[in-house]
Every structure is written in structure tokens, then in C-alpha cells.
């Protein structure tokens, strides 16, 4: 550091202090350096170093120590100047000395060495013969007083420091910035761009067309036709309230209200609450017309596009196999829209493009386009003919409107194939409008609906007692006036006298109560679960619809003390119209049981064709022992006093059953009486099986259901073109 910036507390050089110190003490030459060492003058006072204890310790020695003959000489009295002077001198000389003792700790202390030089001199006297040295008296310390503390000279500023410490900081701030810039361009670019593209992309369901349900010769029984869908865009509408009024105008016939259409119309959130609603339906499947109408009023906001709707072209026709939709998508409910209602959808198609705002509200031309086409569904073809259908259920609301039926059913099957050619529910619905019919009129009766069988029953029982060699054709049963099972009595009507002889035919015939339950004790409980159980009881057919009823059974270990004689006749067993179908259908097919069917093929857009799954078989009964039942059972149409003579055709042999029951209900049974009559034409070959059931206020098989039967199989019969075969009926007879 040069002298220029080297300054004393008073502002003064080193240079300047030795120069006036020289000045004023020209006598001494020592003077000024010694007072530069000291930081002032020697006539002022100084301030002391601070002396660590070490070396408080050797200044304390060095005073006491004895001194040398020449040091005793020198500290004899003198005058008070010179004494004065002297005594200064060396104070500077031992202040000196303390400061170089003080910097370099290990250089030889002085004192031990003037002792060592005192003791030679007096061994050289006493050896000479000189004087003796007289012992050095001892001197008292001198206490110098501290000098006072000089204050701390101010830090001068640095202004350099302050630079680079600006300069770091503006580096640091200039590299976090560029950081944030890497990232925004390079790592989230791409990121934050959809993010943009996101908030400007409208996505617009494209409805794939629902397929038709046809047929069984390809005639439509339910598709959908062309009509028009409103939406809008409400972050666009300017004046909700003015749009409704002129909205309302047109969509109110479709059931639109007004402030359906104002909640709609003004802007607001989606469910997320986040996000702003694009996209609003204001009405579906209106007419081509209509849609035309609005999309004539140019407003930007508004969209008009393609839409369907499904149209049914015989109103109620087999509504209640066929079932309806959803009205906004067209989701199927109920039948074979709810039970094929994927093949029948097909798949929406997307279309997704980017949208302007404000001044650009409008697709972008140049922006984001995708579209994915809508696959449309496949087509249904049923096993029923619309022909026939039309005619079954024409004649069973014909029959049992004038009757005032809870409830009744058809079922026409094809015994070769066992396809369900017609079925029909009493009361039905228009399957294009079901909100008008009450719920219970929704459901398909054949298959959903349970009840007793009745006598209908009957035909089971000696189905398995024929195949268990219990009875033959020719077998006779004592018959009495009556049975009783528990605590319940079991009659005929009319009741027999005690002891009567009657034919398998005949107790047939008859209905004969007694006479079944004398088979049935025969062939034992055991038996007759397993055939109930072959012949389909107690389990759903699997025909083809939705919400089918298994039925119930009950087995041998949970039979009451009056279960032997009610279980055979067809009472404490729950089944449905279809089971009961079924188990003619596997007398009629020589003994198989096949499991009934409603759908014959599905029909892809591009024309493949896929088959349902195999239909069950079983074997239950041998040719021989069904055909023999059937031969039996024409005894039902043809002897006389029997119950079911009203289902006779002339010309044709039919085989059937008749049967009376009633409904489970809570318990209990219904008020009222369950009837039906089940039969196969031509008996000695059948083709066709009708089986007619219902739920009348009161009534019996053979008046109710046998005159319906007898109609339907005729009108079945004339349009497939199955002519009598001219052969001769077996001679039946009720009593040996």
C-alpha cells in the first residue's frame, strides 16, 4: 500500500509524522521512529499493546532481574535532568525491546543472559582483585499508565463489491428466465398447445343407425326412419329469452317446454362446474319439416342435423316381443330392442373439429378436423310371421276383451324347429308411444308371467308313468269319488262313484283328479320331479327375451302332507305360458325336448349373416311312449263329455289338454280363474302347437281357451298349407 493512502488519525503520511518529528527533536534521531511505533509522540501518552499473559509474565522478569555493574553505574544518581532523560531513554528501549520479544517468541530471553554476564564479571574481579560488585538493590516497578483506546477508523466504502454482487444477481435472474423459456418452447410446448387446441375443439356425436327387426320373411316390424335433432351452442346466444319464444313455436308439439328451452339456451357450466357447456339438445326426432323450419331461421347458435326415430308400421304388432327404445338414444327397454340391443345399435360415430369465438364463430377452415363415420347396426330377423302374428292376436283380444281377462297369451311353434311363429300378449301397447300404457301392459305375458298350470299338467304325469312302464295304453285305473291328500279332499267333476274303472284316455278326457293322483302315487314322488324337471319346469326356455321367468318347483323333501295330490294335478307348481308350450312341443316331437327359439339369424350392414347359438335338445320320452301319449290326448277333442271338444277341427285330428287353475299372489292366489287349452295338429304328425292361456274373472279351459285354440290353429293350419292327412282316428273310449 503506497504512502499516499496510508494515513495517521490526524490525516498525516508516516512520511510527514517522521519528518516534523525529526524537526522538533533534532538531539535525538530516535526520536520520530520511536514515536511512529508508538502511533504518537514520546511526550504523549501511548496506547499500550495488549499483552497476552505470557508476555505480562516476562516484562515482570525482566524488571525484577539484577543487573549488571555497568547497568548499577548507570542507575547511580545523578542530576534530576539528566537522571530524567536517561530513565526516558531506556523506557523507549524496554518498550522497543517488549514489542520484539512480543513478535518473535522464540529468540533467546535477554535477562538470563545479562545474569550470566553479571556472574562472569564478578568471577574476573574476585580472580583480579578489584573491588567487589556490591549486590544490586532491588528497584521498584515503574507503572506506566495505559494510554486510552483509540476508536475504530470507519470502512470506506467498496463500490466494486456492490458491482459484482449486482451482477451476480442479474445473471441468476437472466438464467432462470432463459430456463423457463426451454421449457415453455422445447419440454411443455407441446403440452401447453393441446391444452389451447382443447378449449377450441367441438365434438359432435355422429348416431349410427339403428338396425330393423324383420320378419321371419323379411317383412319390417320395427326401424327407424330419417328426422332432425336441435342443439345449440349457449356461449353464443345473445338474447336466450327471444330464441326460446321462437323455438317453442315449432318443438311444443314434441313435448319441449319453454323453460326447458331458456335453461338450455342460456350460457352456463357443465356438471364440473369448470367448464363452459358447448353443446345442448334441444329436441330430438323431429320431423324432416320442422327441422327444416328452424334451420330456416339462420341463426348461428342453432344447429339442425340428421336424426331418427323408430317407426313401427303395425302400431301394437307384437309389441310386447318386440319391445321400444329410449326416446333420446335409443337404448332398448324392453324385448328384443333390450335383448339385442348391441347388435342393433351399431357404433356413433365422433366428429371433432376446432371452433372460432367471437368475430371467427365458426369452424375454422384450416383448423382441426377429424370424423369417424358411424357404423350402423345390424338387423334382427325373428322367427315370427307378421301374417300370422296379426291374426293370433287379433283373435285373443277378440276373444278376452268381451271376457274382461286380467291378462292372456298365444304361442304358435313350429314342431320341426320349434321357432315361435306367433306370440301374443293380451292387453298390448303401441310399442312407438309406452308412455301411455300402464307398466304391468309392458311386459310380455308369455314369458314373464307365472301361474299353476292346472290340469294341462296332467299330460306330464302320464308321459312319465307311460316312459317308467307304470301304465300302458290299454292300463285301467280305479277311480273313487274322491282323495284326500293331508287335510285337503280331492274331487272330480262330476265326481265318479267309488270303485269306477276308467281309461288312461279317459281320466284324460275327463280331467279326472282322482284318477291322476292314482298314477301319480304309482310313479312317486321322486319320479315326477326328475320329468318335471325334462320336461323344462323349474328353469327359464331361453327363448330369446329379456326378463324371463324361470318358474318354481318344489322338491320331494319340502312336499307337504297335501302334496301329493296337488302337485300332479297342476297346483303349487308356478310356470309360464312358454314351459307349458315347450312340454307339448316335446310330445309332439316324438318325445325330444327342444329348447324354443324367437330369433333366427342376425343381418350385418354388409350382408353377413350370424346364427344364434345351437338350440338344447333332451331326450325325455321315447318315440313310441309320445306317440302313444298323443293318441291319448285326442280322446281330449273326441270322446264324448270331454272337456276339450271345442278345440276339434273338422278334418284334422288334433291332440291336446285343457286346464283350470288360478294365480300365486302374495301368498295366496288372485281372484279368479286361470285357463288354458294346449294342443298339436295333425295329431298323427303334428306340425304346428298352439297353447292358449287366461286370467279370466271366471271361466274353465274348455270354454274359454278351446274355442280360441281352435281358431288360431285353424288360421295356422290354412296358411302353411297343411292339408288333413284322411287318416282314421283311434277308437277311444273312457271306461273298459
Same mark, same amino acid.
Given at each position: 500500500?503506497?504512502?499516499?493512502?496510508?494515513?495517521?488519525?490526524?490525516?498525516?503520511?508516516?512520511?510527514?509524522?517522521?519528518?516534523?518529528?525529526?524537526?522538533?527533536?533534532?538531539?535525538?534521531?530516535?526520536?520520530?521512529?520511536?514515536?511512529?511505533?508508538?502511533?504518537?509522540?514520546?511526550?504523549?501518552?501511548?496506547?499500550?499493546?495488549?499483552?497476552?499473559?505470557?508476555?505480562?509474565?516476562?516484562?515482570?522478569?525482566?524488571?525484577?532481574?539484577?543487573?549488571?555493574?555497568?547497568?548499577?553505574?548507570?542507575?547511580?544518581?545523578?542530576?534530576?535532568?539528566?537522571?530524567?532523560?536517561?530513565?526516558?531513554? $531506556?523506557?523507549?528501549?524496554?518498550?522497543?525491546?517488549?514489542?520484539?520479544?512480543?513478535?518473535?517468541?522464540?529468540?533467546?530471553?535477554?535477562?538470563?543472559?545479562?545474569?550470566?554476564?553479571?556472574?562472569?564479571?564478578?568471577?574476573?574481579?574476585?580472580?583480579?582483585?578489584?573491588? @567487589?560488585?556490591?549486590?544490586?538493590?532491588?528497584?521498584?516497578?515503574?507503572?506506566?499508565?495505559?494510554?486510552?483506546?483509540?476508536?475504530? *477508523?470507519?470502512?470506506?466504502?467498496? +463500490?466494486?463489491?456492490?458491482?459484482?454482487?449486482?451482477?451476480?444477481?442479474?445473471?441468476?435472474?437472466?438464467?432462470?428466465?432463459?430456463?423457463?423459456?426451454?421449457?415453455?418452447?422445447?419440454?411443455?410446448?407441446?403440452?401447453?398447445?393441446?391444452?389451447?387446441?382443447?378449449?377450441?375443439?367441438?365434438?359432435?356425436?355422429?348416431?349410427?343407425? =339403428?338396425?330393423?327387426?324383420?320378419?321371419?320373411?323379411?317383412?319390417?316390424?320395427?326401424?327407424?326412419?330419417?328426422?332432425?335433432?336441435?342443439?345449440?351452442? +349457449?356461449?353464443?346466444?345473445?338474447?336466450?329469452?327471444?330464441?326460446?319464444?321462437?323455438?317453442?313455436?315449432?318443438?311444443?308439439?314434441?313435448?319441449?317446454?319453454?323453460?326447458?328451452?331458456?335453461?338450455?339456451?342460456?350460457?352456463?357450466?357443465?356438471?364440473?362446474?369448470?367448464?363452459?357447456?358447448?353443446?345442448?339438445?334441444?329436441?330430438?326426432?323431429?320431423?324432416?319439416?320442422?327441422?327444416?323450419?328452424?334451420?330456416?331461421?339462420?341463426?348461428?347458435?342453432?344447429?339442425?342435423?340428421?336424426?331418427?326415430?323408430?317407426?313401427?308400421?303395425?302400431?301394437?304388432?307384437?309389441?310386447?316381443?318386440?319391445?321400444?327404445?329410449?326416446?333420446?338414444?335409443?337404448?332398448?327397454?324392453?324385448?328384443?330392442?333390450?335383448?339385442?340391443?348391441?347388435?342393433?345399435?351399431?357404433?356413433?360415430?365422433?366428429?371433432?373439429?376446432?371452433?372460432?369465438?367471437?368475430?371467427?364463430?365458426?369452424?375454422?377452415?384450416?383448423?382441426?378436423?377429424?370424423?369417424?363415420?358411424?357404423?350402423?347396426?345390424?338387423?334382427?330377423?325373428?322367427?315370427?310371421?307378421?301374417?300370422? *302374428?296379426?291374426?293370433?292376436?287379433?283373435?285373443?283380444?277378440?276373444?278376452?276383451?268381451?271376457?274382461? $281377462?286380467?291378462?292372456?297369451?298365444?304361442?304358435?311353434?313350429?314342431? =320341426?324347429?320349434?321357432?315361435?311363429?306367433?306370440?301374443?300378449?293380451?292387453?298390448?301397447?303401441?310399442?312407438?308411444?309406452?308412455?301411455?300404457?300402464?307398466?304391468?301392459?309392458?311386459?310380455? *305375458?308369455?314369458? $314373464?308371467?307365472?301361474?299353476?298350470?292346472?290340469?294341462?299338467?296332467? $299330460?306330464?304325469?302320464?308321459?312319465?308313468?307311460?316312459?317308467?312302464?307304470?301304465?300302458?295304453?290299454?292300463?285301467?285305473?280305479?277311480?273313487?269319488?274322491?282323495?284326500?291328500?293331508?287335510?285337503?279332499?280331492?274331487?272330480?267333476? @262330476?265326481?265318479?262313484?267309488?270303485?269306477?274303472?276308467?281309461?288312461?284316455?279317459?281320466?284324460?278326457?275327463?280331467?279326472?283328479?282322482?284318477?291322476?293322483?292314482?298314477?301319480?302315487?304309482?310313479?312317486?314322488?321322486?319320479?315326477?320331479?326328475?320329468?318335471?324337471?325334462?320336461?323344462?319346469?323349474?328353469?327359464?326356455?331361453?327363448?330369446?327375451?329379456?326378463?324371463?321367468?324361470?318358474? *318354481?318347483?318344489?322338491?320331494?323333501?319340502?312336499?307337504?302332507?297335501?302334496?301329493?295330490?296337488?302337485?300332479?294335478?297342476?297346483?303349487?307348481?308356478?310356470?309360464?305360458?312358454?314351459?307349458?308350450?315347450?312340454?307339448?312341443?316335446?310330445?309332439?316331437?316324438?318325445?325330444?325336448?327342444?329348447?324354443?327359439?324367437?330369433? =333366427? %339369424?342376425?343381418?350385418?350392414?354388409?350382408?353377413?349373416?350370424?346364427?344364434? +347359438?345351437?338350440?338344447?335338445?333332451?331326450?325325455?320320452?321315447?318315440?313310441?311312449?309320445?306317440?302313444?301319449?298323443?293318441?291319448?290326448?285326442?280322446?281330449?277333442?273326441?270322446?264324448?263329455?270331454?272337456?276339450?271338444?271345442?278345440?276339434?277341427?273338422?278334418?284334422?285330428?288334433?291332440?291336446? %289338454?285343457?286346464?283350470?287353475?288360478?294365480?300365486?299372489?302374495?301368498?295366496?292366489?288372485?281372484?279368479?280363474?286361470?285357463?288354458?287349452?294346449?294342443?298339436?295338429?295333425?295329431?298323427?304328425?303334428?306340425?304346428?302347437?298352439?297353447?292358449?292361456?287366461?286370467?279370466?274373472?271366471?271361466?274353465?279351459?274348455?270354454?274359454?281357451?278351446?274355442?280360441?285354440?281352435?281358431?288360431?290353429?285353424?288360421?295356422?293350419?290354412?296358411?302353411?298349407?297343411?292339408?288333413?292327412?284322411?287318416?282314421?282316428?283311434?277308437?277311444?273310449?273312457?271306461? @273298459?
Amino acid at each position: 500500500m503506497s504512502e499516499a493512502r496510508r494515513y495517521t488519525p490526524r490525516g498525516r503520511s508516516v512520511r510527514d509524522a517522521s519528518v516534523e518529528a525529526g524537526s522538533q527533536h533534532r538531539g535525538d534521531p530516535f526520536r520520530p521512529a520511536l514515536e511512529v511505533l508508538q502511533g504518537g509522540r514520546a511526550d504523549q501518552p501511548r496506547e499500550q499493546p495488549r499483552r497476552t499473559d505470557p508476555q505480562r509474565r516476562a516484562a515482570a522478569a525482566r524488571t525484577t532481574e539484577p543487573k549488571a555493574p555497568a547497568e548499577r553505574a548507570a542507575a547511580a544518581p545523578q542530576k534530576a535532568p539528566a537522571r530524567d532523560a536517561q530513565r526516558k531513554s $531506556a523506557e523507549r528501549t524496554t518498550a522497543v525491546n517488549a514489542t520484539r520479544t512480543t513478535t518473535a517468541r522464540s529468540a533467546t530471553p535477554a535477562r538470563p543472559a545479562l545474569r550470566r554476564t553479571a556472574k562472569a564479571s564478578q568471577a574476573r574481579g574476585g580472580t583480579r582483585g578489584t573491588t @567487589p560488585v556490591r549486590k544490586p538493590r532491588k528497584l521498584s516497578r515503574v507503572k506506566v499508565p495505559r494510554p486510552p483506546r483509540r476508536p475504530k *477508523q470507519p470502512k470506506l466504502a467498496e +463500490p466494486r463489491r456492490r458491482l459484482r454482487l449486482a451482477t451476480v444477481l442479474a445473471l441468476l435472474m437472466f438464467a432462470a428466465i432463459g430456463v423457463r423459456l426451454v421449457q415453455l418452447q422445447l419440454t411443455d410446448a407441446r403440452a401447453y398447445a393441446a391444452a389451447g387446441l382443447e378449449d377450441r375443439l367441438i365434438k359432435e356425436v355422429l348416431p349410427a343407425s =339403428r338396425g330393423a327387426i324383420l320378419d321371419r320373411n323379411g317383412k319390417i316390424l320395427v326401424h327407424s326412419v330419417e328426422t332432425r335433432f336441435v342443439a345449440v351452442d +349457449p356461449m353464443v346466444v345473445k338474447d336466450p329469452e327471444g330464441l326460446a319464444d321462437k323455438l317453442f313455436a315449432v318443438l311444443d308439439k314434441y313435448g319441449v317446454t319453454r323453460s326447458e328451452l331458456v335453461r338450455k339456451l342460456t350460457p352456463h357450466k357443465l356438471e364440473d362446474g369448470k367448464t363452459n357447456a358447448r353443446f345442448e339438445y334441444l329436441a330430438h326426432q323431429i320431423d324432416v319439416a320442422d327441422g327444416d323450419r328452424i334451420a330456416a331461421m339462420h341463426i348461428g347458435a342453432l344447429r339442425v342435423a340428421r336424426d331418427e326415430r323408430r317407426q313401427i308400421p303395425g302400431y301394437d304388432l307384437a309389441s310386447n316381443v318386440i319391445g321400444f327404445t329410449r326416446k333420446s338414444d335409443l337404448s332398448g327397454q324392453l324385448g328384443i330392442e333390450q335383448a339385442y340391443d348391441a347388435q342393433l345399435r351399431g357404433v356413433d360415430g365422433l366428429h371433432i373439429y376446432e371452433h372460432g369465438e367471437g368475430d371467427l364463430d365458426k369452424p375454422l377452415p384450416q383448423g382441426y378436423d377429424e370424423l369417424r363415420p358411424a357404423r350402423p347396426g345390424s338387423s334382427v330377423e325373428l322367427t315370427l310371421d307378421a301374417d300370422l *302374428q296379426y291374426s293370433v292376436q287379433n283373435t285373443l283380444y277378440e276373444r278376452m276383451q268381451p271376457l274382461g $281377462a286380467y291378462f292372456a297369451t298365444a304361442i304358435v311353434l313350429d314342431r =320341426r324347429t320349434m321357432e315361435v311363429m306367433a306370440m301374443a300378449s293380451y292387453p298390448s301397447f303401441a310399442a312407438a308411444d309406452p308412455g301411455k300404457s300402464p307398466q304391468d301392459q309392458l311386459k310380455d *305375458q308369455c314369458t $314373464a308371467t307365472v301361474f299353476d298350470p292346472g290340469s294341462v299338467h296332467k $299330460a306330464i304325469v302320464m308321459g312319465a308313468a307311460l316312459q317308467e312302464g307304470i301304465i300302458t295304453p290299454s292300463s285301467t285305473i280305479t277311480v273313487n269319488s274322491s282323495v284326500k291328500k293331508g287335510d285337503t279332499v280331492y274331487k272330480d267333476h @262330476p265326481p265318479q262313484k267309488d270303485g269306477t274303472q276308467m281309461t288312461i284316455p279317459g281320466i284324460l278326457a275327463l280331467s279326472s283328479n282322482v284318477g291322476t293322483i292314482a298314477v301319480a302315487d304309482r310313479l312317486g314322488k321322486d319320479k315326477l320331479y326328475e320329468y318335471q324337471q325334462k320336461f323344462g319346469l323349474g328353469a327359464r326356455t331361453g327363448v330369446g327375451l329379456p326378463n324371463e321367468s324361470a318358474g *318354481q318347483l318344489l322338491p320331494p323333501d319340502k312336499w307337504t302332507g297335501s302334496s301329493p295330490g296337488s302337485i300332479p294335478i297342476g297346483n303349487g307348481v308356478a310356470t309360464t305360458a312358454m314351459q307349458m308350450a315347450a312340454v307339448f312341443g316335446a310330445i309332439a316331437n316324438d318325445g325330444l325336448w327342444v329348447q324354443p327359439t324367437l330369433v =333366427r %339369424k342376425i343381418i350385418a350392414p354388409d350382408g353377413t349373416v350370424t346364427k344364434p +347359438p345351437a338350440q338344447q335338445t333332451r331326450r325325455v320320452l321315447d318315440p313310441q311312449h309320445a306317440q302313444e301319449l298323443r293318441v291319448m290326448l285326442e280322446g281330449v277333442t273326441t270322446l264324448d263329455e270331454a272337456t276339450g271338444r271345442q278345440a276339434s277341427i273338422p278334418g284334422y285330428r288334433i291332440a291336446g %289338454k285343457t286346464g283350470t287353475s288360478q294365480v300365486p299372489d302374495k301368498g295366496g292366489y288372485a281372484p279368479g280363474d286361470v285357463v288354458s287349452f294346449i294342443g298339436m295338429a295333425p295329431a298323427e304328425d303334428p306340425r304346428f302347437v298352439v297353447a292358449v292361456t287366461a286370467h279370466v274373472p271366471k271361466g274353465a279351459g274348455g270354454s274359454v281357451a278351446a274355442p280360441a285354440f281352435k281358431e288360431m290353429m285353424a288360421v295356422t293350419l290354412s296358411n302353411f298349407g297343411i292339408v288333413p292327412t284322411g287318416t282314421t282316428a283311434p277308437t277311444l273310449t273312457i271306461y @273298459p
